[in-house]
Nanobody, 115 residues
Framework: QVELVESGGGSVQPGGSLRLSCEAS????????MNWYRQAPGKQRRLVAS???????EYADSVKGRFTISRDNAKNTVDLQMNSLKPDDTAVYYC?????????WGQGTQVTVSS
């Protein structure tokens, strides 16, 4: 059974930081590109950051310079460090594992940025 379990969401003031973590089980983690998506109320789910099997990251323009994605293939985890958070970052954040032939989602974790 495949599971992606996110943790680390919460509420923070603008300018603050949060670190999201996703632990995967039931997959050969190193074979998957790992992604973080987010979905704000009334909006489409959008890709925030990706990291390849080899550790090469990519970011949406809206988070470049503020967010950092990292992975630990030994622990089957992918993290998203979020700094300088803005109210527009408020969303449910989802972990995603993509191998082309298979694609899995976590249940999501809420991030709220508000003063």
């Amino acid at each position: 059974q495949v599971e992606l379990v996110e943790s680390g969401g919460g509420s923070v003031q603008p300018g603050g930081s949060l670190r999201l973590s996703c632990e995967a089980s039931g997959i050969t983690f190193s074979m998957y590109v790992m992604n973080w998506y987010r979905q704000a109320p009334g909006k489409q789910r959008r890709l925030v950051a990706s990291i390849t099997n080899g550790g090469s990251p990519e970011y949406a323009d809206s988070v470049k310079g503020r967010f950092t994605i990292s992975r630990d293939n030994a622990k089957n985890t992918v993290d998203l460090q979020m700094n300088s958070l803005k109210p527009d970052d408020t969303a449910v954040y989802y972990c995603n594992a993509d191998a082309g032939w298979a694609n899995y989602w976590g249940q999501g974790t809420q991030v709220t940025v508000s003063s």
